[in-house]
């Protein structure tokens, strides 16, 4: 696996396969690990990137205690036989006097670009240079994040950045709990407490399966469940319009009910698709 740590060596790159890039920001999980499967079953020249983006959070502790060990994160990318990893430093990808963000528009300010200002603008200035560095064919994201997923399509779609995305699903541990880097910081009654996400989200789906169509009873119901554990903290719980996240009060697919909640000092998000 070739280690490449300055933008030049990836010009460097030779390779007869198509180019793909799984953009991670380290501390490397089983998510990661099926986007990875998924690169591989394409058949391409597969390149993790790995770099925790400072401009995508809003808050500067979050970004300091942002989980790294880029140690363990080569190892477990030796053994699942990537081809490269991308592992730049801060001063090269934001020289002194660095200023350009990318402005996504109005599906960059709601939900979670509301609760976290400039995420999203943070988000697609860091894919667009990984884009303009690597030039991949493919690229892959997780549906956990189902609203950075439809940025960085349209981020793609209108600057014609010609990247092939793939979004591949959400993995879970066997509570249903969606697996993110922000899991380890969960002690166990957070842990059992955040389970009411999912479960909440098949709560929405098994209510609009049922005939229910309007979002304020189902967002309630959601609601009453989650905030059964007195640990948790709802941020916000959305029914929205699965092409424009605007809300919506009766559910007409493709929706998509997302929702992000505080355990302690750990916010998680999730996501369910009503097709
Ligand atoms: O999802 C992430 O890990 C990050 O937001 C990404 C896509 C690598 C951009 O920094």
């Not at 180019?19 to 986007?35: F, R, V």
């Not at 660095?98 to 860091?126: D, M, Q, Y």
Request: proline residues 4%; hydrophobic residues 40%.
């Amino acid at each position: 696996m070739k280690i490449i740590r300055k933008i030049s060596e990836v010009k460097k790159i030779q390779s007869n396969k198509e180019i793909a890039l799984i953009p991670t920001m380290g501390a490397i999980h089983s998510g990661h690990l099926s986007l990875i499967e998924k690169a591989k079953e394409n058949g391409s020249f597969n390149i993790v990137s790995i770099f925790v983006n400072p401009i995508q959070f809003a808050n500067k502790d979050e970004y300091k205690n942002y989980p790294s060990n880029i140690n363990s994160d080569i190892e477990i990318l030796k053994k699942l036989k990537v081809d490269a990893i991308f592992v730049p430093q801060i001063k090269e990808m934001y020289p002194k006097g660095f200023s350009t963000n990318i402005n996504i528009g109005p599906i960059g300010n709601v939900l979670e670009g509301k609760f976290r200002p400039g995420h999203f603008s943070g988000v697609a200035t860091i894919i667009t240079k990984l884009f303009s560095i690597i030039r991949p064919d493919h690229a892959y994201f997780g549906q956990k994040d189902a609203q950075q997923c439809m940025v960085i399509k349209k981020l793609n779609n209108e600057l014609n950045l010609g990247v092939k995305i793939f979004i591949t699903p959400t993995i879970r541990d066997n509570n249903g709990i969606a697996i993110s880097s922000r899991n380890k910081n969960l002690n166990e009654s957070q842990l059992k407490a955040a389970e009411s996400l999912f479960k909440s989200l098949c709560l929405g789906k098994k209510l609009f399966d049922k005939g229910i169509k309007n979002s304020k009873y189902i967002k309630n119901e959601m609601e009453k469940l989650i905030l059964k554990s007195e640990v948790a903290k709802i941020d916000y719980i959305s029914i929205a319009n699965f092409n424009n996240l605007e809300e919506i009060d009766e559910i007409t697919p493709p929706t998509l009910i997302s929702l992000a909640a505080w355990f302690g000092e750990t916010r998680l998000i999730d996501n369910i698709l009503l097709k």
